[in-house]
């Protein structure tokens, strides 16, 4: 049998958050991921969700073992060659959104393209943010817009790049059902049409129902 080289492995990785009583967070923890597998995660509030997610998006560094993306061993690069890697290769999508507040929809989502010295493809940008319903919204600022709008123009700014990883932490979190099946599907063409790997965390039974894996979370401790 042919094995096929996981896009993201998390080997042994852990987070504590040290004070007065430390919160074990995510207790030591393997999990693969494969190009075009599409991932949901799903636990209460507080279980470590983004946490886990975090680490396996190198934002936040683990505590211990080590994170492999594509072959390399993060803890063996450079803190350039780190943040050139999560700009390509990564697509990251904060809970809180995270948008530039000085910056429009349009300027935040082409934002990583030209934080690398490129230019964005103009047509294609138009067509992701029809896709998501937020092209009216392009020359629109954060406060301008709705939650959910910001929600999916972080969503669109994560997707820009094309990156082979995506991890979503409650991309629909703040929209109604007809959205949420929009982002959705979007992911799962992502998944089939660009064999992108895909973790999202989610509380939507309907949308982990588009996922091919569902990881469960409880009190930092993962499970299949
Ligand atoms: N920076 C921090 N310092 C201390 N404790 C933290 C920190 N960040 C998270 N925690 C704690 O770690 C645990 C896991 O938090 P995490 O944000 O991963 O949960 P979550 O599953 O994403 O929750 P939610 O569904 O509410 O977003 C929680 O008990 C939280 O209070
Ligand atoms: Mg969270």
Known sequence: MIEIKPVLEAREISKTYPGESPVYALKPTSLRFQPGEFTAVIGRSGSGKSTLLRILGTLDKSDTGELIIEGHGVSRLSEAELARFRRRRIGFVHQDYNLFPEYTAWENVIFPIRLDGATEDRAKTE?????LGILRCRDRFPHELSG??????????????????????????????????RVAELLRFACDEYRQTIVMVTHDAAMADYADRLLRIRDGVVTE
Not at 127 to 131: G, Y
Not at 151 to 178: C, H, I, K, M
Request: net charge negative; glycine share 6%.
């Open 127 to 131: 067509a992701l943010l029809d896709r």
């Open 148 to 181: 959910g709008e910001q929600q999916r123009v972080s969503l669109a700014r994560a997707l820009v790049t094309e990156p082979a990883v995506v991890l979503a932490d409650e991309p629909t979190g703040n929209l109604d059902a007809e959205n949420s099946s």
